[in-house]
């Protein structure tokens, strides 16, 4: 196996602000092979957006600080570009679609004009080529009549096409990762589905990387074949998917899963996590769930636990720091 497509190093990304200092990303690594889908998940708050747009280059600076860390894109880091050199990058090589299109997308411009304008940013081409392109895209991304929503506004379409159309933008330029920030937040069941469907056939069809963040857990389930589950800026566990949701080793990952409803499963009150992600400016010492976790030890609020490696597996727990099977004590 080549170098992966994309390694981001012990990345720091702060924020300061008349409160005191925000670790909005606070050392935070993972790699992403060529070709392959990252699911991030974690409660709101947990870092997973910052990350995305520290990767894409969209965190004001300031208030926002870049404290420390890499993040390589094909081997090249991509922290120390200038920013005309990080635009060059942005939407040519490294698509993203926005949590939220209705904002994402300019209300006052339609459809086309929006795709056809990144076509023209990134491209050498006349403005009739990009129109044509952005026409061809639309029909990419399985909408119908594609002309006629060419020309239409944001607010014209539906949720689930808007995100289609959000995504055509995304690919417009044929990226080799595409950063998915809760694509199918305030979709119904069936649409979520379609749209997690079509991310993955595009995925296949152009050999293109995808980190998808979401806090669904069957999202990612569904889709992703490697996870990491981040909280309050910090990477606690990662795997595979399939074997992290049949066996997590973090009680973080653990209560996440007993939050989550299974169908046909019959229960009194469905379990949540107590308390709530520490403050920002009032963390506490040792690990970070600890407040939260049910299984917690003395040792737990008085050092940070180090990240543990047990097998293809990466979790951050006091409990397997001297277990060298990577059994829980």
Same mark, same amino acid.
């Given at each position: 196996?080549?170098?992966?497509?994309?390694?981001?190093?012990?990345?720091?990304?702060?924020?300061?602000?008349?409160?005191?200092?925000?670790?909005?990303?606070?050392?935070?690594?993972?790699?992403?092979?060529?070709?392959?889908?990252?699911?991030?998940?974690?409660?709101?708050?947990?870092?997973?957006?910052?990350?995305?747009?520290?990767?894409?280059?969209?965190?004001?600076?300031?208030?926002?600080?870049?404290?420390?860390?890499?993040?390589?894109?094909?081997?090249?880091?991509?922290?120390?570009?200038?920013?005309?050199?990080?635009?060059?990058?942005?939407?040519?090589?490294?698509?993203?679609?926005?949590?939220?299109?209705?904002?994402?997308?300019?209300?006052?411009?339609?459809?086309?004009?929006?795709?056809?304008?990144?076509?023209?940013?990134?491209? =050498? @081409?006349?403005?009739?080529?990009?129109?044509?392109?952005?026409?061809? !895209?639309?029909? *990419?991304?399985? +909408?119908? #009549? %594609?002309? =006629? @929503?060419?020309?239409?506004?944001?607010?014209?379409?539906?949720?689930? !096409?808007?995100? *289609?159309?959000? +995504?055509? #933008? %995304?690919?417009?330029?044929?990226?080799?990762?595409?950063?998915?920030?809760?694509?199918?937040?305030?979709?119904?069941?069936?649409?979520?589905?379609?749209?997690?469907?079509?991310?993955?056939?595009?995925?296949?069809?152009?050999?293109?990387?995808?980190?998808?963040?979401?806090?669904?857990?069957?999202?990612?389930?569904?889709?992703?074949?490697?996870?990491?589950?981040?909280?309050?800026?910090?990477?606690?566990?990662?795997?595979?998917?399939?074997?992290?949701?049949?066996?997590?080793?973090?009680?973080?990952?653990?209560?996440?899963?007993?939050?989550?409803?299974?169908?046909?499963?019959?229960?009194?009150?469905?379990?949540?996590?107590?308390?709530?992600?520490?403050?920002?400016?009032?963390?506490?010492?040792?690990?970070?769930?600890?407040?939260?976790?049910?299984?917690?030890?003395?040792?737990?609020?008085?050092?940070?636990?180090?990240?543990?490696?047990?097998?293809?597996?990466?979790?951050?727990?006091?409990?397997?720091?001297?277990?060298?099977?990577?059994?829980?004590?």
């Amino acid at each position: 196996m080549g170098s992966p497509l994309l390694e981001v190093k012990n990345l720091k990304t702060y924020f300061r602000t008349e409160d005191g200092l925000v670790k909005a990303v606070d050392g935070v690594s993972f790699s992403l092979e060529k070709g392959e889908i990252l699911g991030i998940v974690g409660e709101s708050g947990s870092g997973k957006s910052i990350t995305a747009l520290t990767i894409m280059g969209l965190v004001q600076i300031p208030p926002g600080e870049i404290h420390g860390g890499e993040i390589l894109f094909k081997g090249r880091n991509i922290l120390a570009l200038r920013k005309s050199e990080m635009r060059k990058l942005r939407g040519n090589e490294i698509g993203m679609v926005f949590q939220e299109p209705m904002t994402a997308l300019n209300p006052v411009y339609t459809i086309g004009n929006q795709i056809a304008e990144a076509v023209m940013l990134h491209s =050498d @081409v006349d403005r009739k080529t990009a129109m044509k392109r952005a026409v061809e !895209m639309l029909e *990419r991304v399985q +909408i119908p #009549m %594609a002309k =006629d @929503v060419f020309k239409r506004y944001p607010h014209e379409l539906s949720g689930g !096409m808007r995100q *289609r159309a959000m +995504i055509a #933008m %995304a690919l417009c330029c044929n990226p080799e990762l595409l950063i998915c920030d809760e694509p199918t937040t305030a979709l119904d069941v069936t649409v979520q589905a379609q749209i997690l469907k079509l991310i993955d056939s595009l995925r296949k069809e152009t050999g293109m990387s995808v980190i998808m963040i979401t806090h669904d857990l069957a999202v990612v389930s569904e889709i992703a074949e490697r996870v990491i589950v981040m909280y309050a800026g910090k990477v606690l566990e990662e795997g595979p998917s399939s074997v992290i949701f049949d066996h997590p080793l973090h009680p973080y990952t653990e209560a996440l899963m007993k939050s989550k409803p299974v169908l046909g499963q019959k229960k009194e009150r469905l379990y949540s996590i107590r308390g709530m992600v520490p403050s920002p400016y009032n963390r506490p010492p040792g690990c970070l769930f600890e407040p939260r976790c049910d299984c917690s030890m003395k040792e737990c609020s008085q050092a940070e636990p180090a990240d543990v490696i047990i097998g293809n597996r990466r979790v951050k727990c006091i409990k397997y720091c001297d277990s060298k099977d990577g059994n829980r004590p």
